[in-house]
C-alpha cells in the first residue's frame, strides 16, 4: 500500500509536526483543522460560528486537494471548548452536508490549539 502526503496553500499550514492529510490506499485521514485563515494564518474571527466556518472550508480544501469531496468523507470529529455551541455546528455542518451524513462525534474539551473554540479532524474514502 502506498502512502502519500497531501498539502494546499488553500488550507493553514501545519503549526506542528503533521500534516494537512494522508492518504493510504483510498483512504485519507486529515489532520485537525482550527479557524485559522490560510493567508495570513490568524484565527478568522471570536466569533463561534465564523470559527466553525471556517473549519469547514479549511476541511473542504484539504478534501479537494486529495481528489476529493465533502460527499466521500465517512467520518468527522469534532471538537468544541463548548458543547453549548453544538446546535450551532449542526446548523453550519448543514451548508457543507446532505444526507447521507457521514458517521460524527461532538464532545468537549478544555481547550484547543491556538485559543479555537473548535477544531475538526475527519477521515474519507475516495472512489476506487
Request: aromatic share 8%.
Amino acid at each position: 500500500m502506498s502512502k502519500s502526503i497531501i498539502q494546499t496553500n488553500n488550507a493553514p499550514a501545519a503549526i506542528g509536526t503533521y500534516s494537512q492529510a494522508v492518504k493510504a490506499g483510498n483512504t485519507v485521514y486529515l489532520s485537525g483543522q482550527i479557524p485559522l485563515v490560510p493567508s495570513n494564518m490568524e484565527m478568522v474571527s471570536e466569533d463561534f460560528e465564523a470559527q466553525a466556518v471556517q473549519v469547514f472550508e479549511n476541511i473542504q480544501a484539504v478534501v479537494e486537494a486529495a481528489g476529493g469531496n465533502l460527499t466521500n468523507l465517512v467520518k468527522v470529529n469534532i471538537f468544541l471548548t463548548d458543547l453549548g455551541q453544538f446546535a450551532t455546528v449542526n446548523e453550519v455542518m448543514s451548508r457543507y452536508f446532505s444526507q447521507p451524513y457521514p458517521a460524527r462525534a461532538a464532545v468537549q474539551v478544555s481547550a484547543l490549539p491556538r485559543g479555537a473554540q473548535i477544531e475538526i479532524d475527519a477521515v474519507m474514502v475516495l472512489p476506487e
